[in-house]
């Protein structure tokens, strides 16, 4: 041969599906943090376009070396522009197919924005909630569905405003809430029940009539994280639509060194 070089015909060896020798099964395996467009409904306007990080994964069967990361990314990609949060089970469903899995587990979170008024004023501002939908598909359990919401909370507290002459200390809190259910919810109509539930509930815009307003409806409405936790529950566990819920509120103690901490999980029986 006249070339200096003689090049091979490349071999495509597929190492993933090589049998592995530790007998070992895997419960979840997958790729993480992948940032992507999504479309969530909107109670107000329709739908919602946002962007979210996504975590997905299948279960290994202990004779396979690995999995196929790119058939997540290709997965993916096929839903780009329909990526709907109403489309989850198809996606399950595409992964454990293409991935020969038993069960094909999705996280999706997310930022949520919604319009809220001041109190008084009624001035505009945008809130931001962090919102978070955990999607299960197993051959022997079925669908499951997780939808989870983060909101921001105002409390004071009982005890200082009880042994005060004057005043009493308050904090912002954050309240996590996630639940099960049989027919739809809106995450709107979560984020409402929480902050129903606080000393009072947080703007992004506020003018002076409307602090005067936020500041006296905490004072006249103190509670401990005991007491948030506990009015969630109960308004929970009267929804016959939730099945499980789990609920924790953390305050950020403007006085102390530390936060307070309350949480509470209960299935619902039918």
């Not at 530790?22 to 419960?27: C, E, K, S, V, Y």
């Not at 009880?162 to 995450?187: C, D, M, P, T």
């Not at 308004?235 to 305050?251: C, H, M, Q, S």
Request: glycine share 4%; proline share 4%; charged share 25%.
């Amino acid at each position: 041969m006249n070339s200096m070089y003689y090049f091979r015909p490349s071999i495509v060896v597929d190492v993933q599906s090589r049998r592995d020798h530790r007998n070992i099964a895997i419960d979840k395996v997958g790729v993480k943090n992948i940032r992507y467009p999504l479309t969530v409904l909107d109670k107000s306007r329709g739908f919602q376009h946002t962007v979210g990080t996504i975590n997905m994964y299948v279960n290994l069967p202990r004779r396979f070396k690995g999995t196929h990361m790119s058939r997540f990314i290709e997965i993916l990609n096929e839903f780009y522009g329909n990526f709907d949060i109403r489309n989850l089970p198809r996606i399950l469903e595409t992964m454990q197919k293409r991935l020969d899995a038993e069960s094909a587990h999705i996280e999706i979170s997310f930022p949520y924005f919604i319009e809220k008024l001041a109190p008084v004023t009624k001035s505009t501002g945008i809130m931001e909630y962090g919102c978070r939908v955990i999607g299960a598909l197993d051959c022997n359990l079925g669908y499951d569905l997780i939808v989870e919401v983060i909101v921001p909370i105002t409390t004071v507290c009982p005890c200082s405003k009880e042994i005060s002459n004057y005043g009493a200390h308050n904090q912002r809190g954050i309240v996590r809430l996630a639940v099960r259910y049989e027919k739809f919810i809106w995450i709107e109509d979560l984020i409402e029940l929480v902050e129903d539930c606080a000393s009072c509930d947080v703007y992004s815009v506020l003018k002076r009539p409307d602090e005067k307003y936020v500041t006296e409806r905490a004072y006249d409405n103190a509670k401990f994280v005991e007491d948030v936790v506990r009015d969630v529950a109960l308004r929970l566990k009267a929804d016959p639509n939730i099945t499980w819920f789990a609920v924790d509120v953390e305050n950020f103690e403007s006085i102390h060194n530390h936060s307070a901490y309350a949480f509470i999980e209960r299935w619902k029986k039918a």
